[in-house]
T-cell receptor, first 112, second 112 residues
């Protein structure tokens, strides 16, 4: 039972490049979400999904795109990376809306 | 909108002593859940304790307990018999429906 798996662990991008952060869970969780963590800011919700085919925006969605084609996977796409997107990104999932979140180990992204 | 406030950016405690981390929150909802998460230097997010708003009894997990004051919208975390391994960032979080809002965190240092 792997839990929530995020790849890659580290990534460096140049401004304007695109990339996808991968997130997969094997716990059959309906709810999946992406957070970014910046120093002094806590964790802020980017996008979330309550099931396959259903996604919605969180607090800081601009510059990010998501899709949920399967229950297991919830990739986060940066279409044109900007230095302001330098951050640590966490994927998290839960069984229900009121359940504790299970977190991946995070991706440290640097945009130069 | 929901907000979570942690007013202590940094705290320190000696090994074996007791420390209390503060958290206040704001929501107009009656049905919600509160969590404390721990983030050690490894960056992993670890659930420490969970409290359902409809339960009056304070949650306890081994050395960790909460003081949940619903009317005051306060949710403090008490760590008893502090251990060096408790050194970490601690985040208070409020979950209303699908949205989970985090405070900015308290950095706890346990000293020998």
């Amino acid at each position: 039972n792997a839990g929530v798996t995020q790849t890659p662990k580290f990534q460096v991008l140049k401004t304007g490049q695109s990339m996808t952060l991968q997130c997969a869970q094997d716990m059959n969780h309906e709810y999946m979400s992406w957070y970014r963590q910046d120093p002094g800011m806590g964790l802020r919700l980017i996008h979330y999904s309550v099931g396959a085919g259903i996604t919605d925006q969180g607090e800081v969605p601009n510059g990010y795109n998501v899709s949920r084609s399967t229950t297991e996977d919830f990739p986060l796409r940066l279409l044109s990376a900007a230095p302001s997107q330098t951050s640590v990104y966490f994927c998290a999932s839960s069984l229900w809306a009121n359940s504790p979140l299970h977190f991946g180990n995070g991706t440290r992204l640097t945009v130069t | 909108a929901q907000t979570v406030t942690q007013s202590q950016p940094e705290m320190s405690v000696q090994e074996a002593e007791t420390v209390t981390l503060s958290c206040t929150y704001d929501t107009s909802e009656n049905n919600y859940y509160l969590f404390w998460y721990k983030q050690p230097p490894s960056r992993q997010m670890i659930l420490v304790i969970r409290q359902e708003a409809y339960k009056q009894q304070n949650a306890t997990e081994n050395r960790f307990s909460v003081n949940f004051q619903k009317a005051a919208k306060s949710f403090s975390l008490k760590i008893s018999d502090s251990q060096l391994g408790d050194t970490a960032m601690y985040f208070c979080a409020l979950r209303v429906g699908y949205a989970l809002n985090f405070g900015k965190g308290t950095s706890l240092l346990v000293t020998p």
